[in-house]
């Protein structure tokens, strides 16, 4: 990130200006709102600024801009229509360490003024440093759409009744939600649509019933996060991920979709990645329990769909036991992502009429897949945790009858930018992994329909695009 972003509080602070343009007047606008004492100083000065002038909430000198008029300065605006002289200016104010800003000058500038949306007291500022004007103004304007009028509105009242919810509420996860209730609920609505009186009474009745309320019983959302790109995550997993108070995630859940949880929720990482150390299962039921005995919303995120070789029932099972509220959030499974990812149609009516999803990771002896029902004919097969078997995969696929050259692909990092797709076939499939180098997480995806995805295959990225830059 190139620009810090902050809100400065410039009550009452020495701000300059140079220049006294149509630009100047619109940073002025701003700057009065935020009662800064601007100081404008111009040889020649628009009307506007004039005027304002006049009435005294600026002060004006019209003339040359001198260094000495940086003194005690705390914030500058350099606004002449001269770019050798901005940057001489700017140059001055650099370096008696005052912020800085050169309009339409980013390089010149210490700091930028992002595009707002203005809702006082709510702000919303968009920044897109410096890359793209036009984006920002679309940006602002969708955010414009978004944010209702009334918006500033309603946050003075929300710290109106703040004070009262603070004396009944000691609590303040109690609090919290509280809040939560009456911003998604409909006394914010009430308020939103200008009807403050019906907004006050619901709020209240909320807050009476909340205090007597006994404290909030915990409760544990299986949330399935998808294969990898974040915007796979259905909207209610999103949302259990924004009211979190606790997040418990594996390691396979990508740092895009973590991301989307709140804020300030706990989230503990709670591992099972290949050969290296994870939590036992035990102490995750132990984890999820002693969260949600607390009275916590957790939520426990993981890879794909929990109930895809997600232990996810038996994390259901600890928590019934325990007597705890659980609900799940299906996810889009990794089979499901990469093959839309890879322009692999799982079933088709000339090559696949049926779907296989199957563990190639043997935890014990004896639990070998039924390889004689996974080479029947007519049906796509997936293995999840397979690209370290996959050998002895192929192996025995063709032991009990697939040919050779029965067509597979590996699909690794599915839906994700580094997404790699490698197409062969039984007999030189575990080669070509090897080759490529391909790592986990990975699937094997075994019939006819892999040999399509040369033909369906669309999602391409970057690394990809100078992988095949090189191969030519
Ligand atoms: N519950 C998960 C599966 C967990 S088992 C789901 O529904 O997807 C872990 C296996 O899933 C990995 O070994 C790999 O085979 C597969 N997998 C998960 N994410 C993947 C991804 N982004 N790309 C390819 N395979 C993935």
Request: hydrophobic fraction near 50%; include cysteine; glycine fraction near 8%.
């Given at each position: 990130?190139?620009?810090?972003?902050?809100?400065?509080?410039?009550?009452?602070?020495?701000?300059?200006?140079?220049g006294a343009?149509?630009?100047?007047?619109?940073?002025?606008?701003?700057?009065e709102?935020?009662?800064?004492?601007?100081?404008?100083v111009?040889?020649?000065?628009?009307?506007g600024?004039?005027?304002?002038?006049?009435a005294?909430?600026?002060?004006?000198?019209?003339r040359?801009f001198?260094?000495?008029?940086?003194?005690?300065?705390?914030l500058?605006?350099?606004?002449?229509?001269?770019?050798?002289l901005n940057?001489?200016?700017?140059?001055?104010?650099?370096?008696?360490?005052?912020p800085?800003?050169?309009?339409?000058?980013?390089?010149?500038?210490?700091?930028?003024?992002?595009?707002?949306?203005?809702?006082?007291?709510?702000?919303?500022?968009?920044?897109?440093a410096?890359?793209?004007?036009?984006?920002?103004?679309?940006?602002?304007?969708?955010?414009?759409?978004?944010?209702?009028?009334?918006f500033?509105?309603?946050?003075?009242?929300?710290?109106?009744?703040r004070?009262?919810a603070v004396?009944?509420?000691?609590d303040?996860a109690?609090?919290r939600?509280?809040?939560?209730?009456v911003?998604?609920?409909?006394?914010?609505?009430?308020?939103?649509?200008?009807?403050?009186?019906?907004a006050?009474?619901?709020?209240?009745?909320?807050?009476?019933?909340?205090a007597?309320?006994?404290?909030?019983?915990?409760?544990?959302?299986?949330?399935?996060?998808?294969?990898?790109?974040?915007?796979?995550?259905?909207?209610?997993?999103?949302?259990?991920?924004?009211?979190?108070?606790?997040?418990?995630?594996?390691?396979?859940?990508?740092?895009?979709?973590l991301?989307?949880?709140?804020?300030?929720?706990l989230?503990?990482?709670?591992?099972?990645?290949?050969?290296?150390?994870?939590?036992?299962?035990?102490?995750?039921?132990?984890?999820?329990?002693?969260h949600?005995?607390?009275?916590?919303?957790?939520?426990?995120?993981?890879?794909?769909?929990?109930?895809?070789?997600?232990?996810?029932?038996?994390e259901?099972?600890?928590?019934?036991?325990?007597g705890?509220?659980?609900?799940v959030?299906?996810?889009?499974?990794?089979?499901?992502?990469?093959?839309a990812?890879?322009?692999?149609?799982?079933?088709?009516?000339?090559h696949?009429?049926?779907?296989?999803?199957?563990?190639?990771?043997?935890?014990?002896?004896?639990?070998?897949?039924?390889?004689?029902?996974?080479?029947q004919?007519?049906?796509?097969?997936?293995?999840?945790?397979?690209?370290?078997?996959i050998?002895?995969?192929?192996?025995?696929?063709?032991?009990?009858?697939?040919?050779?050259?029965?067509?597979?692909?590996?699909?690794?990092?599915a839906?994700?930018?580094?997404?790699?797709?490698?197409?062969?076939?039984?007999?030189?499939?575990?080669?070509?992994?090897a080759?490529?180098?391909?790592?986990?997480?990975a699937?094997l995806?075994?019939?006819?329909v892999?040999?399509?995805?040369?033909?369906?295959?669309?999602?391409?990225?970057?690394?990809?695009?100078?992988?095949?830059?090189?191969?030519?």
């Amino acid at each position: 990130m190139k620009y810090f972003p902050a809100f400065f509080d410039l009550a009452a602070q020495p701000v300059l200006i140079v220049g006294a343009g149509e630009v100047a007047l619109r940073k002025l606008a701003l700057l009065e709102k935020c009662g800064a004492r601007v100081t404008v100083v111009a040889p020649q000065v628009h009307a506007g600024i004039q005027a304002r002038a006049a009435a005294g909430t600026l002060r004006l000198l019209t003339r040359e801009f001198e260094p000495d008029d940086l003194e005690r300065v705390r914030l500058a605006i350099v606004a002449t229509s001269r770019r050798a002289l901005n940057r001489w200016i700017a140059k001055l104010a650099d370096r008696r360490g005052i912020p800085v800003n050169v309009v339409d000058d980013r390089e010149a500038s210490r700091f930028i003024v992002p595009a707002i949306v203005d809702r006082d007291p709510v702000t919303v500022a968009v920044c897109t440093a410096g890359t793209s004007p036009v984006l920002a103004r679309r940006l602002r304007e969708r955010l414009e759409a978004f944010f209702p009028q009334r918006f500033g509105e309603l946050a003075l009242w929300l710290a109106d009744i703040r004070r009262q919810a603070v004396v009944k509420l000691r609590d303040t996860a109690a609090r919290r939600r509280y809040f939560e209730d009456v911003i998604d609920g409909p006394a914010a609505r009430r308020l939103i649509e200008g009807d403050r009186r019906g907004a006050e009474r619901i709020a209240q009745q909320f807050l009476a019933s909340t205090a007597q309320a006994p404290p909030p019983r915990g409760e544990v959302t299986l949330v399935g996060a998808g294969p990898g790109d974040p915007e796979l995550l259905t909207l209610k997993a999103l949302r259990a991920l924004q009211d979190a108070d606790v997040v418990l995630y594996d390691r396979l859940v990508s740092s895009a979709v973590l991301d989307m949880a709140r804020r300030d929720a706990l989230r503990i990482c709670v591992g099972k990645a290949a050969h290296q150390p994870s939590t036992a299962q035990a102490d995750i039921h132990a984890l999820l329990i002693e969260h949600a005995l607390a009275g916590r919303r957790v939520v426990r995120l993981k890879g794909g769909d929990p109930f895809v070789f997600g232990r996810g029932g038996e994390e259901l099972q600890a928590l019934a036991a325990a007597g705890i509220a659980f609900s799940v959030v299906p996810g889009i499974t990794a089979a499901i992502g990469a093959a839309a990812y890879a322009g692999i149609p799982l079933t088709h009516r000339q090559h696949a009429h049926a779907v296989t999803f199957v563990t190639g990771h043997a935890d014990e002896p004896g639990q070998e897949p039924n390889w004689a029902a996974l080479v029947q004919p007519g049906q796509t097969v997936v293995f999840y945790m397979g690209l370290a078997r996959i050998e002895h995969i192929s192996r025995e696929l063709q032991a009990h009858g697939a040919p050779a050259s029965f067509p597979a692909a590996l699909v690794a990092q599915a839906t994700l930018p580094d997404q790699r797709v490698v197409n062969g076939t039984l007999a030189t499939i575990a080669s070509l992994a090897a080759t490529a180098k391909l790592a986990s997480p990975a699937l094997l995806v075994i019939g006819e329909v892999t040999a399509l995805s040369s033909q369906l295959g669309w999602f391409s990225n970057a690394a990809l695009a100078a992988e095949r830059h090189q191969i030519a």
